[in-house]
């Protein structure tokens, strides 16, 4: 089985709808076409993510689910590494899924630990070995307590890691100690680490010896210059430099808490678990602002009213993205 490199920037792709709340397809392609031509003239290391959590893979159907990650992988048409999400509440719902982005042409399939039912060790283990014996392509661990209510501690990482076809990790780990002793573990040396919670985590990570490869980016898909930055400084290993180039674009990150903040939460997900999915509101109205396919989003999550979409397009004019 040839594996792709999956270090570099992963950009993973909002999922445009349009006004009558159907998927936009063309937008889709368009958005994608444009991280391609980003990654192919630029020579850089780019993948590309679809129906993940940003792709609002929870609140499409299968058969969107599906049209969407054959959308993306006709669209690179092999000229990138693509990495389908395919996680969904069931074993054999995630192997089917997996299945078809496998025959639909994707390099890899990323699967998170079954959630609603909250399984043992021993069911994580069997889940993730049983999707594995399903595909031939690679299979990448999604660690989001978050959506999972499941965190993989270092040591059960260590051991999903054996399983043939498990090549990589999105992690969204909760501390620097988990940071660290995932870094240092001399049995994931071979497994390709990701920082789930994109520039900011990776630079956090890079601490660590420089053990993750690359970062999860939702920026990267409006701005991947900014992005990119930050990679390019970490791999050259100036923290200074990459320091600045965090530092760039950190509004974007301050206005998406100050969005949540406007947004009360009742979830009992503790803070240092939780993620602020203030992010896609913001990101996808910084798509239209760029001039990219955004759209709404589609419920539960609200989009940003008028006035913050005015403050937000003052801060992309600010820091040069528009």
Not at 211 to 227: E, H, K, T
Request: glycine content about 6%; charged content about 20%.
């Amino acid at each position: 089985m040839a594996i792709k490199k999956l270090s570099g920037v992963t950009s993973v792709l909002f999922c445009p709808y349009k006004n009558d709340d159907s998927l936009d397809l063309p937008g889709l392609q368009k958005n994608t076409e444009y991280l391609v031509d980003f990654a192919v003239k630029g020579r850089k290391s780019v993948v590309i993510m679809a129906n993940g959590s940003t792709t609002e893979c929870y609140a499409n159907s299968i058969a969107e689910q599906q049209k969407v990650i054959e959308t993306v992988v006709d669209t690179v048409a092999g000229r990138l590494p693509v990495i389908a999400g395919v996680s969904q509440a069931g074993t054999r719902q995630t192997v089917a899924l997996a299945q078809f982005a496998e025959a639909a042409g994707a390099d890899f399939a990323m699967v998170m630990p079954p959630f609603y039912h909250h399984a043992s060790k021993e069911g994580i283990f069997r889940h993730f070995q049983e999707v594995a014996s399903a595909i031939n392509i690679g299979l990448v661990i999604y660690n989001n307590p978050d959506v999972s209510a499941t965190l993989i501690p270092p040591d059960f990482l260590v051991r999903l890691a054996g399983i043939d076809k498990v090549v990589a990790c999105k992690d969204n780990a909760t501390s620097s100690a988990d940071l660290a002793n995932k870094a240092f573990a001399e049995d994931l040396k071979k497994l390709t680490l990701l920082a789930g919670h994109g520039e900011v985590q990776y630079l956090a990570a890079a601490s660590y010896g420089f053990a993750y490869q690359g970062f999860v980016s939702f920026i990267a898909n409006f701005a991947p210059d900014l992005s990119y930055a930050v990679f390019t400084a970490v791999k050259q290993k100036d923290m200074v430099k990459a320091s600045q180039a965090l530092q760039k674009q950190f509004p974007i990150w301050q206005f998406v808490a100050k969005v949540e903040k406007r947004r009360e939460s009742i979830s009992i997900i503790p803070p240092g678990l939780k993620t602020s999915y203030a992010y896609m509101s913001v990101g996808k109205a910084a798509m239209d602002i760029a001039g990219l396919h955004g759209g709404h989003l589609r419920l539960p999550m609200e989009d940003l009213t008028g006035d913050e979409k005015k403050e937000l397009k003052k801060i992309l004019q600010k820091i040069g993205i528009i």
